[in-house]
Every structure is written in C-alpha cells, then in structure tokens.
C-alpha cells in the first residue's frame, strides 16, 4: 500500500512539474514574441511610440511570471523526485526555499506591475493603495523568511 502511495505521489508531483514548465515556456515564448512585436512597432514608427517605458515594462512583467513558472516546476521537481545540477539562483533545497524564491518574485512582479501604473498615471489614491499593499505584503515576507531563520523547523 505503502509503495502504492508513493508511486502515485510522485505521479502527481511530475505532472504538476510537466506542466509547471509547459506553462513557463509558453509564458516565455510569449514574452518573446510580445517584445518582437514592440520592437516592430517602435521600428515602424521612427521609435516614437507613446508611453514605450510602460510597454517595456509589460514585457519584463511576462518574462519574470515565466521564471517564477520555471523556479516552481525545477523545485518541486527537486524537493520530491530527485536534485538536479541547476545554476545556484534556481536550486532549491527546502520547501521554505521554494516558497521564499516564490515570494521574491512575485513581489517583483508586483513592483514592476506597479512602476507600469505609475507610468500610465493612474490617479495617487490609486497608486498609494497599491504602495501600500506592496508594502505590507513586503513586511509578512520578510517577517516570515527572518521567523524561519531564525527558528529552523522540520519540513
């Protein structure tokens, strides 16, 4: 029963990991061509192109959801198959790891997301929300790594 579990456990973990990383190529192959056809526009019209800094923006925010994709599928194929030989940025040894990489990114995400608002500009009460959510989910992140450091548990 017992070798039936984890069998199918690892079933599970391999197809979220498939999938995981068909989703993140599928999110680079995206912003791959997103930043083609932005290169197409600003070269159609003599590089004049009205707000081009939010475009770009636009494009760097696909591209960091496509390696948050990437960390995610390379790291629960790690913590529950077997390690790989990955570059040290995508390595992951715990799950607090995982959750932490995650974490970084995602709130990158949402610092990028918010420079874009900012360039769109978006009214300051709407701007300031966004300030301060990005803010606080800041602090719990860095509350919980520091919580974490400082009090190993068993994972």
Request: proline share 3%.
């Amino acid at each position: 029963m017992q070798k039936n579990l984890t069998f199918f456990s690892q079933i599970i973990i391999l197809l979220a990991v498939i999938f995981t990383l068909l989703t993140a190529l599928a999110a680079a192959l995206y912003a791959s061509l997103e930043t083609l056809r932005l290169l197409g526009e600003l070269f159609a019209h003599h590089w004049k192109i009205d707000n081009v800094g939010f475009h770009f923006i636009e494009v760097i925010e696909l591209f960091l959801s496509a390696i948050a994709l990437l960390i995610l599928g390379t790291g629960l194929y790690e913590l529950f198959i077997q390690p790989l030989n990955l570059p040290r940025p995508l390595r992951v040894e715990s799950f607090h790891e995982l959750k932490s990489h995650l974490g970084n990114i995602i709130l990158l995400n949402m610092v990028v997301l918010f420079f874009g608002d900012l360039a769109e500009q978006k009214e300051a009460p709407v701007l300031l929300q966004e300030a301060l959510a990005i803010g606080i989910i800041s602090g719990i992140l860095l509350l919980f790594t520091h919580l974490k450091e400082a009090r190993p548990v068993n994972e």
